[in-house]
């Protein structure tokens, strides 16, 4: 079994804000997607709840709720990981894990946090992980009773503020078709309701982008990301 797409976000919202549309749109090309969330930002992501006093786990519980019914309006499977944030701390043992997860799913491709957060170290702290359990992934002497994986694609999502973070985007994914269930999906986190239209501005500005590079004026709305490989193939495109 092969996945075409697995998407690792280290909180519960991470991977609707910047890639929501994407996963949408592969699920409407009738392409697999599991979505892992390393934990429910409880801590770091989840300031309204704090204020109004949640505790630790009735703010767990709610993060995943809302975690829960994104997914399902974007129609991919979640696995919550509950590995608490800030700090999102990566033992070898968790790498490990991320690797049995890796063989047992087999990915295409992998999205995940880009490299570069100067506001987040749990994404920073994601990143690196998830690209050493992608090379270990690969590695026969590691986990040996679990067939390796073939080298995965790796990419990376745009944070929140992209200079700050060296974003240069590698890649612009059209989501115009599925730009309503991205947003019904960043609907779910009311929690951080101040997201909801940034992230909608963005994905216009990023459609915008898209017009002007590719020239096809259908494009509307746009996500984009980094990529750690270079694209092979037999042609320049
Ligand atoms: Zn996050």
Redesign the pocket.
Known sequence: MVTDLVVI???A??YVWRSGGTIASYVQQGKTVQIVALSY?ER??SAELWKHGGTLDSIKAHRREESQRAADILGAPILFLDWD?YPLQFSNDRVLCLVEYLREWRPSTILT?GPHDPF?P??EATAVAVHRASVLSIAHGVLPILPVCKQPALFGFEHHQSELSQFHPDIIVDITDVFEKKRAAMECFQTQQHLIEYYAMRAAIRGNHARRISGKGTYRYAEAFVRSYPLVGGELR
Request: glycine letters at 16%; proline letters at 0%.
């Open positions: 976000s280290a909180h919202a991470d930002g770091g992501e944030d946090h987040n749990d994404h």
